[in-house]
Structure formats: structure tokens, C-alpha cells
């Protein structure tokens, strides 16, 4: 019944990998977006999708590159990962279109960057 | 810089009492904020929103105070319970209805709760 799930929960690795990070909601909606919460809990919007096509790209480094293979699915994947890329990443959903906004986010996952 | 940001960072109050969480937005076309609860561990969880054409909206022991003058909102919790501790986030959204609408968080702000 999870409404946005996100796989893994936590991740490390060492710097240089390249890693992804997965996301699917089961709630309809037609939005999809990834924040990024750093050590200070300050949450900031990096990509948003509408219907499979990119909205929103936040002046994020070119090595982090969004995926959604259907409106249901929004991954992450990261090449050359950095130490600064340590973080908490959460996917969130929103019907755009409906007269409620919120968005409903996911459990988050942990990105440790050794 | 942030367009939202929140007064304090943290806040401790008494079980029982009512709790007011205050936050600044220096954007004046917003036309939609949010207030977000982040338990820890856990991603944020939607509380309560309001549209920029309303002054107030209650939900089930939360109050959402919005004064477009002064560019404030505040969140009020009646009779704070333990399990309200956590970190709370305002959020304020322009173009509400556009495919490119997005939220600019503030900083969060931690209710504590004291037995």
C-alpha cells in the first residue's frame, strides 16, 4: 500500500562509483520530482517530470541524470559520485492538475559517499 | 538566497500546550504554501496548505495563518502531543496550476516536546 517507494534506503559507496536510485509511486499522479536534504535538513528540488518529460532541472551537475521510463517511475542515476553528493534523497509525487498540490513523499534513501 | 525561511530553529514546549511555528516568505506571487512534518528517519508528511486567497484554514488541531502583508505564515498545534515532535517545514509554491510549479522549502524548524 506504500503510496511513493524508494529503493535502497541507504547506500555507500566510494567516490568515482556510479550509482542509481529508484522510485515508483502507485497514487495516479502524474508529477514526479527528486529533493535533495543535506546535513542541515534543507530540502531542495533538483528534477521534476510531467508525463515522462522533464520540467523542472534545478542547477544540478550534469552528473546526475533523472530517468522516467513511465509516469510511475522516476529514477536517479549519479556517475562519478563526490563526497558533497552525501546526502538524503527523497522522490515525491503530485497530480498537478487537481485542485489539491500536496506532494507525498518517500521514505527517503541515505547516500553516503566514502 | 532561500525565498522562505523560518524564525527560530528550534522550539520546545510543554505537552498540552499549543504550539505556533512562524515562517517568512519574501516572494509575494506565491499563491500556495505548505507546511511539511519530517519525522526522523522518515520523508516529509503533508499537514495542511492554504491558497494565497484565504487568511486561515483548520484542519484536525492544526490552524494555518497566512498574511500576505507581512509575507507570514504560521502553523498553530492545539494541545501538542509527544508524538508532534519532529521537524516541521513551510513551503510556498508560484504558479500553482502550471506543469512548471514547484515548492521552495524553508528551513526546518524542530518541535520539541517536553513531557
Known amino acids: 500500500d506504500t503510496a511513493v517507494s524508494q529503493t535502497p534506503k541507504y547506500l555507500v559507496t566510494q567516490m568515482g562509483n556510479d550509482k542509481s536510485i529508484k522510485c515508483e509511486q502507485n497514487?495516479?499522479?502524474?508529477?514526479m520530482y527528486w529533493y535533495k536534504q543535506d546535513s542541515k535538513k534543507f530540502l531542495k528540488i533538483m528534477f521534476s517530470y510531467n508525463n515522462k518529460e522533464l520540467i523542472i532541472n534545478e542547477t544540478v551537475p550534469n552528473r546526475f541524470s533523472p530517468k522516467s521510463p513511465d509516469k510511475a517511475h522516476l529514477n536517479l542515476h549519479i556517475n562519478s559520485l563526490e563526497l558533497g553528493d552525501s546526502a538524503v534523497y527523497f522522490c515525491?509525487?503530485?497530480?498537478?492538475?487537481?485542485?489539491?498540490?500536496?506532494?507525498?513523499f518517500g521514505p527517503g534513501t541515505r547516500l553516503t559517499v566514502t | 538566497g532561500e525565498s522562505v525561511g523560518l524564525h527560530l530553529p528550534t522550539l520546545s514546549v510543554q505537552e498540552g500546550d499549543n504550539s505556533i511555528i512562524n515562517c517568512a516568505y519574501s516572494?509575494?506571487?506565491?499563491?500556495?504554501f505548505i507546511w511539511y512534518k519530517q519525522e526522523s528517519g522518515k520523508g516529509p508528511q503533508f499537514i495542511i496548505d492554504?491558497?494565497?486567497?484565504?487568511d486561515k484554514r483548520q484542519g484536525q488541531r492544526v490552524t494555518v495563518l497566512l498574511n500576505k502583508t507581512v509575507k507570514h505564515l504560521s502553523l498553530q498545534i492545539a494541545a501538542t502531543q509527544p508524538g508532534d515532535s519532529a521537524v516541521y517545514f513551510c513551503?510556498?509554491?508560484?504558479?500553482?496550476?502550471?506543469?512548471?510549479?514547484?515548492?521552495?522549502f524553508g528551513k526546518g524548524i524542530t518541535l520539541s516536546v517536553r513531557p
Open positions: 516572494n509575494s506571487a506565491s499563491d500556495y
Open positions: 497514487l495516479g499522479h502524474d508529477t
Open positions: 515525491a509525487s503530485s497530480q498537478v492538475m487537481s485542485q489539491a498540490y500536496e506532494q507525498y
Open positions: 492554504i491558497r494565497s486567497n484565504m
Open positions: 513551503a510556498e509554491n508560484v504558479d500553482l496550476t502550471g506543469a512548471n510549479s514547484k515548492l521552495t
